[in-house]
Nanobody
Framework: QVQLVESGGGLVQTGGSLRISCIGS????????IGWFRQAPGKEREGVAC????????FYGDSAVGRFTISRDYAKITVYPQMTNLMPDDTAVYYC?????????????????????WGQGTQVTVSS
């Protein structure tokens, strides 16, 4: 059973930084791309970032380019998006999600509905 557990969310001031984490279990970690999408109240889900299964390709949404960096630690089965220069518009629940690469490599940021499984999410709130 796929399990994804996010942590590290919280309250941060505008311009601040935050690193959230996702620990995966119940699936072959090295065969799946791991990504993040977010959802703010009253808004649609938005893709944030994704790291390929081999960690040789990373993809970012327009709002994340230049501010967020995603990486994965295979030993700890964990994926970390480092988020910097956070703005109030970044306030949302952030979800960690999986997408298989067994039949084809990722070549762009997956859209939220393309992920197969996701966790419960972690709240990130940026105060103005």
């Amino acid at each position: 059973q796929v399990q994804l557990v996010e942590s590290g969310g919280g309250l941060v001031q505008t311009g601040g930084s935050l690193r959230i984490s996702c620990i995966g279990s119940g699936f072959p970690f090295e065969q799946y791309g791991i990504g993040w999408f977010r959802q703010a109240p009253g808004k649609e889900r938005e893709g944030v970032a994704c790291a390929s299964s081999r960690n040789d390709r990373t993809f970012y949404g327009d709002s994340a380019v230049g501010r967020f960096t995603i990486s994965r630690d295979y030993a700890k089965i964990t994926v970390y998006p480092q988020m910097t220069n956070l703005m109030p518009d970044d306030t949302a629940v952030y979800y960690c999600a999986t997408i298989g690469e067994m039949y084809g490599r990722l070549d762009s940021l997956p859209r939220p509905h393309e992920y197969g499984s996701w966790g419960q999410g972690t709240q990130v709130t940026v105060s103005s």
